[in-house]
Structure formats: C-alpha cells, structure tokens
T-cell receptor, first 112, second 111 residues
Framework: DTGVSQDPRHKITKRGQNVTFRCDPI?????LYWYRQTLGQGPEFLTY????????KSRLLSDRFSAERPKGSFSTLEIQRTEQGDSAMYLC??????????FGPGTRLTVL | GEDVEQSLFLSVREGDSSVINCTYT??????LYWYKQEPGAGLQLLTY?????DMKQDQRLTVLLNKKDKHLSLRIADTQTGDSAIYFC???????????FGTGTRLQVFP
C-alpha cells in the first residue's frame, strides 16, 4: 500500500511563470486536500475535494490558483503568474469521509 | 473561526518525558489531532482523540483533553533523539473536515 505521493518534490521557477503540481491520494480515499506551509508556520488550508467535486476554497486561494480533480482520483494545483510570495511548501492530504488525513511529502516551490 | 495555539519550543533530556500543549477555540471540533514533521518532510499523523474522550494512550504517547478549557496535550514518555521534530496540533472547525493547525512546537532532545 502506498501513501500519498506528490510530484514534483521541488520546483524552482521565475516570477510570472505558471506551475502545476500533482497529487496522487491513497487509493479509495474519496477526499483530497491541499494546504500551503510557509517557513516557521503550520499548514494553511487551501481547498478540498470529495470525489471530483471541489467543496470548499479558502480565501487564500486567489484567482491565480486553480485546483482540479477530474476523475476523483489524482488532483492538480496550478498557480498562474507566480509571485515571490507563492514560495512555500504545498502539501496534499487524503482521507475517507470524516476520517483522519494522511499527508504526502509536499512540493517545495521557490519563485525567483 | 477556529484558532489553535502552541508554544514554540521545548527542550528535554533524552529519557525524560516531554509534554507539548495546545489550546483551541472551537468547542464543536469533533476530533483533535497531533502530527509530527521532520525537516523537509511532510506531516506524519501521530495520534488523535475524539472530543468525548479525556485521555488516549498509544505506546509512548498519551493525549489528554480538557474540553472545558479547550486544552490538549501530548505527552511523550522516554523521549528519544529521534523524537526531535516539530509537533503540530490540529482541529477541524465546526462541521467541516479541513484542519486548522497551530504554529507547531519544536521539540529538541539532547543527550
């Protein structure tokens, strides 16, 4: 049984470029969550899906951010026109409804 | 909304017990969680407690919940150098499943 996986693990990009991250949840987990963690802080909730439906989005998720989970399995998080303030660790987690969340290793984004 | 607070640092000697404290604001949180994060890594679920319980023990870990004071603690018995990490308390506000995390407590274990 594999845990939550994320790809890539590290991404360095220049300001203004678009980036896309992928998350593969634990199989049969119907919920998938995205969080962002900046240095010295706890993770902050961004959005979550139940199957393919996006149920909640944080105010942190500006219109430059978009997340999808088209077939209710893997998810992608895209950031358009990246800014230096987007530099952070992006964490994905999955769960069965109402159960504990298991996290992936994260994607560390550095915007130059 | 939910607010979760933790002290920032804790330093203990190897073999002693560690106690990490957390306070939260939303009394309707159904479960409360403890996660561990090692440098550069994701979060590892350590344990959790249902809100109608006072205590939960899992090997070296003991979770105490004071629902009246909205206070949660994690006790690690016989702390080892491998326990050095950042520990996060997390609570879901109200009837949602999203987690609100504290800022984390950095535990340093010295020989």
């Amino acid at each position: 049984d594999t845990g939550v996986s994320q790809d890539p693990r590290h991404k360095i990009t220049k300001r203004g470029q678009n980036v896309t991250f992928r998350c593969d949840p634990i199989s049969e987990h119907n919920r998938l969550y995205w969080y962002r963690q900046t240095l010295g802080q706890g993770p902050e909730f961004l959005t979550y899906f139940q199957n393919e439906a996006q149920l909640e989005k944080s105010r942190l998720l500006s219109d430059r951010f978009s997340a999808e989970r088209p077939k209710g399995s893997f998810s992608t998080l895209e950031i358009q026109r990246t800014e230096q303030g987007d530099s952070a660790m992006y964490l994905c987690a999955s769960s069965r409804s109402g159960s504990e969340q298991f996290f992936g290793p994260g994607t560390r984004l550095t915007v130059l | 909304g939910e607010d979760v607070e933790q002290s920032l640092f804790l330093s203990v000697r190897e073999g002693d017990s560690s106690v990490i404290n957390c306070t939260y604001t939303d009394s309707s949180s159904t479960y409360l969680y403890w996660y561990k994060q090692e440098p550069g890594a994701g979060l590892q679920l350590l344990t959790y407690i249902f809100s109608n319980m006072d205590m939960k023990q899992d090997q070296r870990l003991t979770v105490l919940l004071n629902k009246k004071d909205k206070h949660l603690s994690l006790r690690i018995a016989d702390t080892q150098t491998g326990d050095s990490a950042i520990y996060f308390c997390a609570a879901p506000p109200g009837n949602t499943d999203k987690l609100i995390f504290g800022t984390g407590t950095r535990l340093q274990v010295f020989p």
